[in-house]
């Protein structure tokens, strides 16, 4: 990858921020980096025009319409559609620009909801999906089976990586909008700087959850493409998982809340365990750094920064 030019789509997010911040801190200084304002990805002539002209030699595909369970449940059409948009005019953009080398991301919420765990790559399309966040499944599920059949048929080398849960820096505090941990996160800290005595959580901290540093995944990814790993689907995750419950404790120790937590029961819990089998990593030579405790320090510390809250 040596003095490659690559593309990272959706470079403002944090999962394509954190694959910037890796390729930058390893020397790679030859990105194409464009916002919404000069390439809409939902304009498939646009994205065909673009990559024709640039032909970059890498990919990261992480632009993705994202969100928690809140939004994913109640925007259920504008996920599949915006997702499924965005992955076709890059993938097969890509492949007819003869551009051979992309890692696509997907998520761990493509596997069923009641798999075996921890979850392996094989469990994939056996069993029903969470209601929930089934529209934006179905267009990760959707983008991946374009990679491989691009694969099968093109000789093209689009790795597909599904990650656990992710959080740090650029991610979305919104409470309609974000995902679990930001959204603890936030409703701590809120609670500390107003004096409250508890803080309300969605469902009844019964589900268990894997939750990974999002430099750790930019790393993963990397890795894959440094490594010449030909094909292929990978989760990447700790191989561990905790309870909304005790992440919730954390997630107060972490920002020096002391308040009760209170559950609501009547709001969704989702899937009940989503624990990924990350053994094929593993194999390759690879784990994460950045144990939960220490990313959830790195992480208020940078909420606090971007927010700009005076304590």
Known sequence: MVGSKIFVAG???????????????????????????????????????????????????????????????????????????????????????????????????????????????????TGALEKTNEPYAIAKIAGLKLCESCNLQYGTRYICVMPTNLYGPNDNYDLNNAHVLPALMRKAHEAKVQGGKEMIVWGTGAPRREFLYVDDLADACVFLMQNGVREGMYNVGCGEDITIRDLAQKVMDAVGFEGEVIFDASKPDGTPRKLLDVSRMSNLGWKPKLSLIDGLAKTYENYLENTKVTL
């Not at 109640?74 to 890692?103: E, H, P, V």
């Open 11 to 125: 470079h403002r997010g944090m999962v394509g921020s954190a694959i910037v911040r890796k390729l930058r801190s390893l020397g790679y200084n030859n990105l194409l980096l464009r916002s919404k304002d000069e390439i809409n990805l939902l304009d498939q002539e646009a994205v065909f025009n673009f990559l024709k002209l640039e032909k970059p030699d890498y990919i990261f595909m992480a632009a993705a319409r994202v969100g928690g369970i809140h939004a994913n449940n109640t925007y259920r059409a504008d996920f599949i559609y915006s997702n499924l948009q965005i992955q076709n005019n890059i993938i097969w953009g890509a492949m007819s620009a003869g551009i051979k080398d992309m890692c696509f991301l997907g998520s761990s919420c493509i596997y069923p909801r009641d798999c075996p765990q921890p979850i392996k790559e094989d469990s994939l399309l």
